[in-house]
């Protein structure tokens, strides 16, 4: 009686099947395990220097690399466009700047926080510039403005309460304003003394500490003396 080969044959060819999986599976694996990996190519932006007058240096946060004269002003938290502006101060291109009337260089003058902010990023970018030892000058000059009326030694127009606002004492404007007007009251709004003065004239006025308000109408700035 013949045997029945038909068994041997499929079992032959399934392990052939299994063999070629196995294999195909370990060659993918191999491939996945030996498949370099790859990053980004990291760019960097460089300022050009001095960048085009007139416009703002382009910026490219956390890739941009800046020219150290630029980069004192970033470190200081100056902004682009303060950037831009300072630069155009130094390359002589700020049409606000007319050295020969410019009140940034009037001694007399006393520049804001916020323009003593702006002066010092001139002089960071460009510190040897002709007008670099006047400017200096007044932004040391203002400081100390700027600290007097701090402290209520120094104001301009306005109602000020004695002994919060504005220190006691003796004040004068050496060349009133026309049309200047200045009043002391006490606590029940009472007027103490006061007067109309016409321009060009020196106001002294002394406020004594059980005054309670002082009021400046247009006289100009009273310094304590």
Same mark, same amino acid.
């Given at each position: 009686?013949?045997?029945?080969?038909?068994?041997k044959i499929?079992?032959? /060819?399934?392990?052939?099947?299994?063999?070629?999986?196995?294999?195909?599976?370990? *060659?993918?694996?191999?491939? &996945?395990?030996?498949?370099?990996?790859?990053?980004?190519?990291? *760019?960097? *932006?460089? +300022?050009?220097?001095?960048?085009?007058?007139?416009?703002?240096?382009?910026?490219?946060?956390?890739? !941009?690399?800046?020219?150290?004269?630029?980069?004192?002003?970033?470190?200081?938290?100056?902004?682009?466009?303060?950037i831009a502006?300072?630069?155009? +101060?130094?390359?002589?291109?700020?049409?606000? +700047?007319? =050295?020969?009337?410019?009140?940034?260089?009037? =001694?007399?003058?006393?520049?804001?926080?916020?323009?003593?902010?702006? #002066?010092? /990023? +001139?002089?960071?970018?460009?510190?040897?510039?002709?007008?670099?030892?006047?400017?200096?000058?007044?932004?040391?000059?203002?400081?100390? #403005?700027?600290?007097?009326?701090?402290?209520?030694?120094?104001?301009?127009?306005?109602?000020?309460?004695?002994?919060?606002?504005?220190?006691?004492? !003796?004040?004068?404007?050496?060349?009133?304003?026309? /049309?200047?007007?200045?009043?002391?009251?006490?606590?029940?709004?009472?007027?103490?003394?006061?007067?109309?003065?016409?321009?060009?004239?020196? #106001?002294?006025?002394?406020?004594?500490? &059980?005054?309670?308000?002082?009021?400046?109408? /247009?006289?100009?700035?009273?310094?304590?003396?």
């Amino acid at each position: 009686m013949a045997r029945n080969k038909t068994p041997k044959i499929l079992i032959a /060819g399934l392990i052939v099947v299994f063999a070629s999986i196995a294999a195909c599976s370990g *060659t993918e694996s191999a491939d &996945s395990v030996d498949e370099p990996t790859t990053t980004s190519p990291t *760019t960097t *932006t460089t +300022w050009p220097y001095p960048w085009p007058k007139g416009s703002p240096p382009p910026a490219a946060p956390g890739t !941009t690399v800046a020219p150290a004269p630029a980069q004192k002003l970033i470190d200081a938290g100056y902004s682009d466009d303060e950037i831009a502006f300072a630069q155009a +101060w130094c390359d002589g291109a700020d049409p606000y +700047w007319d =050295p020969a009337t410019d009140i940034y260089l009037d =001694p007399t003058f006393a520049l804001s926080p916020d323009q003593i902010h702006e #002066v010092k /990023g +001139w002089l960071l970018l460009c510190p040897d510039n002709q007008y670099a030892k006047p400017l200096r000058a007044a932004i040391k000059r203002s400081q100390k #403005v700027n600290q007097a009326t701090a402290r209520g030694e120094r104001f301009f127009a306005g109602t000020y309460v004695i002994g919060k606002d504005i220190k006691p004492g !003796t004040h004068v404007v050496n060349q009133a304003s026309a /049309g200047c007007y200045w009043e002391r009251t006490d606590a029940t709004g009472e007027i103490i003394d006061n007067n109309f003065v016409s321009g060009s004239t020196r #106001v002294q006025v002394t406020s004594l500490p &059980s005054d309670y308000s002082f009021t400046n109408e /247009g006289c100009g700035e009273f310094v304590k003396q």
